[in-house]
């Protein structure tokens, strides 16, 4: 009786798990890591396992976001995502609560951009819809037989040769040859990387 009357005074949360509500809160919950917001953030995942969501669907979500909307501002998000994806698989509930906790709240409060996502959706889409050429002849594999009479790799620079380990060269095929790609935005440790990238291009 004391075991009923206790249950009957939890209020049971609003949630279909497989229904509008499953994706309505994992929606709110990603648009609010993505919009660095860790109160609501802790908040609907809180409502997401409280309903019974599999704590393995909603780490493996941190780590598309962490790819995705956090990237290269801080690589680090990818690691702690990647932990706690190994940490609930390897506990379970309801510790992994608080490994997804910590994780939620680290990216949620981490710098964000997007660039690696951009960057490999513009690449793919010009992979299937122009043609993109060959493999420039000194790129191409020198270690097989024959492959010198056919010029390949004749003409490649060695990047460690030469000054901050950088040589301007094409790597790009010709069609592509002044294609961009990668944008990235100066927040986080991605600003770091950009200013060391440009440094070494002007050596």
Request: charged share 20%; glycine share 6%.
């Given at each position: 009786?004391?075991?009923?009357?206790?249950?009957?005074?939890?209020?049971?949360?609003?949630?279909?798990?497989?229904?509008?509500?499953?994706?309505?809160?994992?929606?709110?919950?990603?648009?609010?890591?993505?919009?660095?917001?860790?109160?609501?953030?802790?908040?609907?995942?809180?409502?997401?396992?409280?309903?019974?969501?599999?704590?393995?669907?909603?780490?493996?979500?941190?780590?598309?976001?962490?790819?995705?909307?956090?990237?290269?501002?801080?690589?680090?998000?990818?690691?702690?995502?990647?932990?706690?994806?190994?940490?609930?698989?390897?506990?379970?509930?309801?510790?992994?609560?608080?490994?997804?906790?910590?994780?939620?709240?680290?990216?949620?409060?981490?710098?964000?951009?997007?660039?690696?996502?951009?960057?490999?959706?513009?690449?793919?889409?010009?992979?299937?819809?122009?043609?993109?050429?060959?493999?420039?002849?000194?790129?191409?594999?020198?270690?097989?037989?024959?492959?010198?009479?056919?010029?390949?790799?004749?003409?490649?620079?060695?990047?460690?040769?030469?000054?901050?380990?950088?040589?301007?060269?094409?790597?790009?095929?010709?069609?592509?040859?002044?294609?961009?790609?990668?944008?990235?935005?100066?927040?986080?440790?991605?600003?770091?990387?950009l200013n060391d990238w440009e440094e070494r291009r002007k050596s």
């Open positions: 009786n004391a075991l009923v009357q206790r249950l009957l005074q939890q209020r049971a949360p609003r949630y279909d798990k497989h229904g509008e509500m499953h994706y309505d809160c994992i929606s709110a919950f990603i648009k609010s890591v993505r919009g660095s917001d860790p109160q609501a953030a802790v908040y609907w995942m809180a409502r997401m396992l409280a309903a019974g969501e599999d704590p393995v669907f909603v780490a493996r979500r941190l780590i598309i976001l962490a790819a995705e909307d956090i990237g290269l501002a801080n690589p680090n998000a990818l690691l702690i995502a990647n932990a706690a994806m190994s940490a609930v698989q390897n506990i379970g509930m309801p510790e992994a609560r608080i490994v997804l906790s910590e994780a939620a709240l680290y990216l949620a409060s981490s710098e964000k951009s997007n660039s690696a996502y951009m960057a490999i959706d513009a690449a793919i889409a010009d992979v299937r819809h122009k043609d993109c050429g060959q493999v420039p002849d000194h790129l191409k594999d020198s270690h097989y037989s024959g492959a010198s009479k056919l010029g390949h790799g004749k003409a490649y620079k060695y990047a460690h040769n030469y000054p901050n380990g950088y040589v301007k060269q094409q790597y790009l095929p010709t069609p592509l040859v002044d294609a961009t790609y990668y944008n990235g935005v100066k927040r986080g440790r991605e600003e770091q990387l």
